[in-house]
């Protein structure tokens, strides 16, 4: 079992910046490959990025160039810095981990964007 604990949302002007983090607990964080997903209002959930437990990253081709993200093993977190934000970023972000057929979800945090 994996808990996992999102927090950085909000409300953030257009071109703004902000950094979501994820705190996990309850198994060997680093035998999962850990991501983030977001859900707009009548949209289906979708990727935003995912991080290898050695590293290497993925990314939605929406965000590419203006998100990172990161992860540290020793601290079980994994975070997502996103820049020149846009209303259709607005959403609930969710971190994922994810191992062989198992995955598991936080609870989710929103992200909106706007003037």
């Known amino acids: 079992q994996v808990q996992l604990v999102e927090s950085g949302g909000g409300l953030v002007q257009p071109g703004g910046s902000l950094t979501l983090s994820c705190a996990a607990s309850g198994s060997i964080f680093s035998d999962y490959v850990m991501g983030w997903y977001r859900q707009a209002p009548g949209k289906q959930r979708e990727l935003v990025a995912v991080?290898?437990?050695?590293?290497?990253?993925n990314y939605a081709g929406s965000v590419k160039g203006r998100a990172t993200i990161s992860r540290d093993n020793a601290k079980n977190t994994v975070n997502l810095q996103m820049n020149s934000l846009q209303p259709e970023d607005t959403a609930v972000y969710y971190c994922?981990?994810?191992?062989?057929?198992?995955?598991?979800w936080g609870q989710g945090t929103q992200v909106t964007v706007s003037s």
């Open positions: 991080i290898t437990s050695g590293g290497r990253r």
């Open positions: 994922n981990a994810q191992r062989a057929q198992v995955s598991y």
